[in-house]
């Protein structure tokens, strides 16, 4: 099974059984400026409200097309690495500069990945829209074939796993278990919460707050997310999920940084 494909089963699988009873610990209560000195005191809205047992975060997650890269123009850089048992690779899209092309201003990106063996070229309208690609070889064309082509080859050899995390898919969003405590009403599946916990971390803008949901579901599966509030909005800096049986998928953000 492709990685991508085994990582949007099991978001839809955590979506169809988000929900119930949970015992938590204590959770520290951060700041949610990103770019915010750990030992400053937090904002007067909190980043972190407490519901009940399970606790959620105030605001919203970046909600990305996965079948598209449009995702890159929210970022200045974006560095992600993603395993499972059969692959195992990096994932950069790093912006260069402003570029104007036949009276478009656009946004000149590169990416790179151990997965595709090389790296491509692309420009983007601040919008996202693609206007000219050139693959490794250096070929640079406008033709929506040859767009067509080189996304497609990018997005599902590379990107597929991180967006599958950011999308809505049928009007729902794996980020809204984290934002709407309403979510876990009307489920009646046996989740088990081991930690819900805090920890900073600079990735690459600042120090961030990182939200770590340490919680199973008995005889199914394990799950470690973290989150964190990249700019203005939340975004999955770690999602690792072990089957029964031990299969496991790691998809972990290691650079982010906002425009």
């Known amino acids: 099974m492709k990685p991508w494909l085994a990582l949007f089963l099991v978001v839809l699988m955590v979506l169809s059984l988000a929900g119930c009873s949970f015992s938590v610990g204590d959770v520290r209560k951060p700041g949610d400026d990103p770019g915010q000195d750990p030992g400053e005191a937090p904002g007067n809205d909190p980043a972190l409200e407490d519901t009940g047992e399970w606790k959620t975060v105030d605001g919203e997650f970046y909600t990305f097309s996965d079948t598209d890269l449009s995702f890159v123009v929210a970022f200045k850089e974006l560095h992600f690495t993603y395993a499972d048992e059969s692959d195992n690779f990096t994932f950069m899209a790093q912006y260069l500069e402003d570029e104007e092309i036949e009276g478009t201003k656009t946004r000149h990106y590169r990416f790179n990945s151990t997965e595709y063996d ?3 070229e692309f420009w983007f309208t601040e919008d996202g829209e693609l206007v000219q690609a050139a693959d490794s070889g250096g ?41 709407d405590p309403s979510v876990f009403a009307a489920s009646d599946h046996d989740y ?22 340490d919680y ?34 790691k998809l972990t953000i290691t650079k982010v940084i906002p425009f």
């Open 139 to 179: 070929y640079l064309d406008s033709d929506p074939y040859f767009l067509e082509w080189l996304v497609g080859d990018w997005l599902h050899e590379c990107c597929l796993n991180f967006l599958s995390q950011h999308c809505n898919y049928d009007g729902f969003h794996y980020g809204d278990i984290y934002t």
């Open 192 to 213: 088990q919460v081991r930690e819900i916990s805090t920890r900073e971390a600079d990735l690459g803008a600042g120090a961030v707050t990182i939200y770590c949901y």
């Open 216 to 249: 199973s579901s008995a005889g199914s599966f394990d799950v470690l997310d973290e989150i964190a509030k990249i700019g203005e909005k939340y975004m999955f800096i770690s999602h690792i999920i072990t089957f029964e049986g031990g299969f496991t998928t």
């Open 118 to 120: 090389g790296h491509a």
